[in-house]
C-alpha cells in the first residue's frame, strides 16, 4: 500500500507500455475522473515530451513486468516520483473486459486513492547484480533439468547415469539423444563454473558479501543471491516484515472469534530457498549456530520446527548484518537466551 498524503502530487499518471502502443491516462489531485486518456508510440523520448508538458507535481505508475526497471530509470528524473506495482494485486480489483486503454484508467484511478502496492525497485547498479543472479539460477536449473533427462534416458534401460559421450546405445536415436545431453551437460557446466568464478570475485570486493560470508551456513552463492534480491535492507521496518517477506513465519486466519488455521503470506520463493538451504547447510557443520540447533532440540522442539527456527535465526542475523552494516558476532543466540531468563 502507498504509505504517504495522496494529495501531495497534481497530476496521477498511470502507464500501459506495450511494444505495439503505449497508453497514458491522467488524472488531477482535484478531480474524481480520468481527465484524459493518450495513445502514444512506443517510444521512450514520445513519453518523456508528454511527461514534461504535465505542468505541476507528477506520480506516474507502471505494472513490474520486464521492461518496468528500464522504464524506472528512464523517467525518474523528470517526475517526482515512479511508482511500480504489482500485478498480481490489481488483477483483483479489475473488472470488464480486458484492454490497454481500461488498465492504464484502472492504474491511474487506484494511484490516485492509494491502492497500489509498490515493488521495489532502486536506480543504482545493483540491478546489474539481480540480472546477473537471474540469469545464473536459468543455468543452475537448466542443469538439473538436462542431467535428470539424461538420467531418465540410462535408467530406461537399465544403466547407471555417466556423461560420456563414447558410451554406445543399442537404437540410433538414443544414441544421437545421449550424445546431445552430454554436449548439454558440458556447456552449461562450463557456464555455470564462469558464474562461480564471478561470484567469487564479487564477493572478495563486496563489503556486505564479506559480512554475510561470515555467518554460519552462507556461502558466496547465497550471499550473492540475498544481496540481489534484498538490495536495501533499510526498505523493510523490522525483522517480522522481513521474515514475511521470506516465507518464513505464517498468519492465523481468524473470522467471527474462529480460527481456522494459518496461511502464509505471498513470498519470495527463492530468498526461502536460500534460508532453508543455509539452514540445512548450518546444521550440517560444526559451528555456533549446530550448537543452536541442538540446544532447541534438548528443550522439546520437534526436528522439523528446530529447522524451521534456525532458518529464522539466520534470516534475523542477516536483517541485522544487512540494516546496521555491523560484523556477524557468533554464539548471540546464547546472549538471547540469558536475556530471556
Known sequence: MI????????????????????????????????VETKSLEPSIRILREYLQNIRGSKIITIEETTTSHWLYTELIDIVDRVLICDPYR???????PKNDKRDSETLCKLLRNGLLKEVYHSD????????????????VKASVRIKNQHSALYRA????????????????????????????ILYLKKARDKFEKKIDEYAKENTDMKRLIKISGIGNKLAIMILSIVIDM????????FWS??????????????????????????????????SMAARSGNNDIREYYEYLIKGGL????????????????????LKYKTDYRSYQWRENIKTAA
Not at 90 to 96: A, P, Q
Not at 157 to 181: C, N, R, T
Request: proline share 1%.
Open 124 to 139: 543504482d547498479k545493483l540491478f546489474e547484480l539481480r540480472k546477473f543472479v537471474s540469469v545464473y539460477n536459468d543455468f
Open 302 to 321: 520437534s526436528y522439523s520446527n528446530a529447522s524451521n527456527q534456525i532458518a529464522r535465526y539466520i534470516a534475523k542475523t542477516v536483517y541485522g548484518v
Open 245 to 278: 517477506y521470506c516465507g518464513l513465519i505464517s498468519y492465523e486466519r481468524e473470522s467471527g472469534g474462529r480460527l481456522y488455521g494459518r496461511k502464509k503470506p505471498r513470498y519470495n520463493r527463492l530468498l526461502k530457498g536460500v534460508f532453508k538451504s543455509a
Open 234 to 241: 533499510n526498505r523493510f521496518e523490522n525483522k517480522y516484515k
Open 3 to 34: 504509505h504517504e498524503d495522496t494529495t501531495k502530487y497534481q497530476n496521477y499518471v498511470g502507464i500501459e507500455w506495450s511494444q505495439a502502443v503505449v497508453l497514458v491516462s491522467r488524472m488531477r489531485s482535484n478531480s474524481t475522473r480520468i
Open 157 to 184: 534401460i537399465g544403466k547407471k547415469v555417466k556423461v560420456d559421450k563414447e558410451l554406445k546405445f543399442e537404437g540410433e536415436l538414443l544414441q544421437f539423444i545421449h550424445e546431445a545431453q552430454s554436449d548439454n
Open 90 to 96: 490489481n488483477g483483483l480489483m479489475k473488472d470488464g
